[in-house]
């Protein structure tokens, strides 16, 4: 899951207030888009985007149809800092490696 | 000068490397030995333009396994200090013009130390999503605290029987 696409879900208001309305627990879509003052077809897409992005989970019961709240995507974000990092140890382990090995052929020559 | 380290979103790596700060300084101006650390094998680093003043053009470009090489880094010195200092950011490109897609600045230093150079990278990113994010949900002490809380909820809720 690309994390362009699970931060792009979270930059706005109406996707983040889902976001934590389902952290309390799953809700209908009528009970979710309820404090919207939003056309249903527009809210959809809300819903749409996060379901795509992985941050909710959709099922219909009957008529119902219910989301629940993805909590991997949770630790996705989490992940994200931890990551970086990595890259730049990474980074400066090479650095020291070229740098070391650099000074050992100027003593060899 | 580093102002008020945001600890959700800044990281610093520091080391001692046993290397004078000159070698370390060539090995990060100089483009053919910057390919060969920057990044990780079997990917291939291709400086294509390393412009060392303020505003001066970072531009790479990688290849990943055999692959044609591709842009990878587009980014804007802000300070080059001999031996001490460079800055630089992916918020502006060559010539201080604005980035379509910031992401960092980082600060790197060398200074001297009695087993060679205490060399550091501070890396500061954009993100406000996040911290929108974090804003709106109504907690106050980080991102970090964030995800757990919700995690906690979200288990909570799991564990209750149906």
Known sequence: MPLDGIFQALADPTRRAVLGRLGTGPASISELAKPFDMALPSFMKHIHFLEENGWIRTQKLGRVRTCVIERKQFAAVEAWLAEQRAVWEGRTDRLERFVTNVQKEERSK | ?162
């Open chain 2, 1 to 162: 000068m580093i102002r008020s380290p945001n600890p959700d979103l800044d990281l610093t790596i520091s080391r001692v490397i046993k290397a004078p700060r000159s070698t370390i300084w060539n090995a990060w101006t100089d483009p053919r030995s910057f390919e060969q650390w920057w990044v990780p094998a079997p990917a291939k680093c291709k400086v294509t333009e390393m412009e060392l003043s303020p505003g001066g053009a970072l531009l790479t470009e990688i290849s990943e396994n055999g692959g044609d090489f591709a842009p990878h880094m587009n980014a804007c010195f802000l300070a080059v200090d001999a031996l001490e200092r460079i800055v630089f950011t992916t918020c502006l490109t060559g010539g201080w013009r604005p980035a379509e897609q910031p992401f960092i600045t980082a600060i790197i230093s060398l200074k001297d130390h009695p087993d060679g150079t205490d060399y550091a990278a501070h890396v500061m990113h954009k993100s406000n999503a996040d911290r929108n994010m974090h804003i709106d949900l109504g907690f106050s002490d980080g991102w970090g605290t964030v995800i757990e809380q919700l995690a906690k909820l979200v288990e909570k809720r799991a564990q209750r029987p149906a």
